[in-house]
């Protein structure tokens, strides 16, 4: 072996990714300059084999070794492969990853360690690394969907209000379309009865106060549309849910404060963590934090 292929294989055996090309992907059985297999069908539920066993027991600071192969891929693997090969296969990886941690673990610490390493990478949405922005494919479903759109839907507040300290709610086009899931999709596994339904009906009130924290206003004829078409929210009571300060009476101004501070805060990448070094007293930074 060459001290070329010596070192390309020293450093595939220390990032699971370039492990992942070099052992899962099937490859052509002869390999000339620029010719690489594609990851497909076949090779898809092996990739999530592997990664999967990696993300089912994984502590946050596992994940966080984890998460940094990732990058370290992501960010140097693109010069020396094919790059539909490359952009097909961080695809897949940023799926499974995503699908992971959302929809198998849903762990607050997880969580928190993929935003503390990916959210100073969002500002392009159409990084690849924006992992946090980019669509995932659930179990059994036929669409993509956002990690903040499927929490809203789940209606994980812990995780969700991870997400939302990370300025996620802030980055949304559409941020009443967050409340509207909240308010409309069932639960995905359970079927509802009376003892669950109270439940429910309290972990919708606690993410929808938790979005308006975030939000100046809501679009109350949005969520009235959707009644209109058919649609039935889960809780009857479900404008009682939201301030009358977000949709009829004037914003307090102590909010309307705490959107402009985050705001400035979001564009220069400093939520959540820039919050702590703004000199202001803790019960403040707590505020501005989504704490209160």
Same mark, same amino acid.
């Given at each position: 072996?060459?001290?070329?292929?010596?070192?390309?294989?020293?450093?595939?055996?220390?990032?699971?990714?370039?492990?992942? &090309?070099?052992? #899962?992907?099937? %490859?052509?059985?002869?390999?000339?300059?620029?010719? $690489?297999?594609?990851?497909?069908?076949? !090779?898809?539920?092996?990739?999530?084999?592997?990664?999967?066993?990696?993300?089912?027991?994984?502590?946050?600071?596992?994940?966080?070794?984890?998460?940094?192969?990732?990058?370290?891929?992501?960010?140097?693997?693109?010069?020396?492969?094919?790059?539909?090969?490359?952009?097909?296969?961080?695809?897949?990886?940023?799926?499974?990853?995503?699908?992971?941690?959302?929809?198998?673990?849903?762990?607050?610490?997880?969580?928190?360690?993929?935003?503390?390493?990916?959210?100073?990478?969002?500002?392009?949405?159409?990084?690849?690394?924006?992992?946090?922005?980019?669509?995932?494919?659930?179990?059994?479903?036929?669409?993509?969907?956002?990690?903040?759109?499927?929490?809203?839907?789940?209606?994980?507040?812990? &995780?969700?209000? #991870?997400?939302? %300290?990370?300025?996620?709610?802030?980055?949304?086009? $559409?941020?009443?379309?967050?409340?509207? !899931?909240?308010?409309?999709?069932?639960?995905?596994?359970?079927?509802?009865?009376?003892?669950?339904?109270?439940?429910?009906?309290?972990?919708?009130?606690?993410?929808?106060?938790?979005?308006?924290?975030?939000?100046?206003?809501?679009?109350?004829?949005?969520?009235?549309?959707?009644?209109?078409?058919?649609?039935?929210?889960?809780?009857?009571?479900?404008?009682?849910?939201?301030?009358?300060?977000?949709?009829?009476?004037?914003?307090?101004?102590?909010?309307?404060?705490?959107?402009?501070?985050?705001?400035?805060?979001?564009?220069?990448?400093?939520?959540?963590?820039?919050?702590?070094?703004?000199?202001?007293?803790?019960?403040?930074?707590?505020?501005?934090?989504?704490?209160?």
């Amino acid at each position: 072996m060459s001290d070329g292929e010596e070192a390309e294989g020293s450093v595939a055996e220390r990032n699971v990714f370039m492990s992942l &090309v070099s052992r #899962v992907i099937r %490859q052509p059985p002869y390999r000339f300059p620029g010719q $690489w297999g594609r990851p497909n069908e076949t !090779s898809q539920p092996r990739i999530f084999k592997t990664l999967g066993s990696i993300l089912r027991n994984a502590t946050s600071e596992e994940f966080d070794a984890f998460i940094t192969d990732f990058i370290s891929f992501a960010q140097e693997a693109h010069a020396g492969v094919d790059t539909q090969f490359y952009i097909e296969f961080t695809n897949m990886c940023t799926n499974i990853i995503l699908h992971w941690v959302f929809t198998h673990r849903a762990s607050v610490d997880i969580v928190r360690t993929l935003m503390a390493r990916t959210c100073h990478l969002m500002q392009d949405q159409s990084n690849t690394l924006a992992i946090a922005c980019r669509s995932f494919r659930p179990l059994c479903s036929q669409s993509g969907v956002t990690p903040l759109m499927f929490v809203a839907q789940n209606r994980q507040y812990d &995780v969700l209000k #991870v997400l939302l %300290q990370y300025g996620m709610l802030e980055r949304e086009r $559409w941020p009443t379309y967050i409340v509207i !899931s909240i308010l409309f999709n069932s639960p995905r596994l359970e079927e509802l009865n009376e003892e669950n339904r109270g439940d429910l009906g309290r972990e919708i009130r606690e993410c929808v106060e938790l979005c308006c924290r975030v939000l100046t206003s809501v679009c109350i004829p949005d969520i009235e549309m959707q009644i209109i078409y058919g649609r039935v929210p889960l809780i009857a009571d479900w404008q009682e849910c939201i301030p009358t300060t977000r949709y009829q009476e004037p914003c307090e101004l102590s909010h309307l404060c705490r959107a402009v501070v985050r705001g400035c805060l979001l564009r220069k990448n400093g939520l959540p963590a820039g919050i702590k070094d703004l000199p202001l007293p803790s019960r403040l930074q707590c505020f501005l934090n989504l704490e209160l």
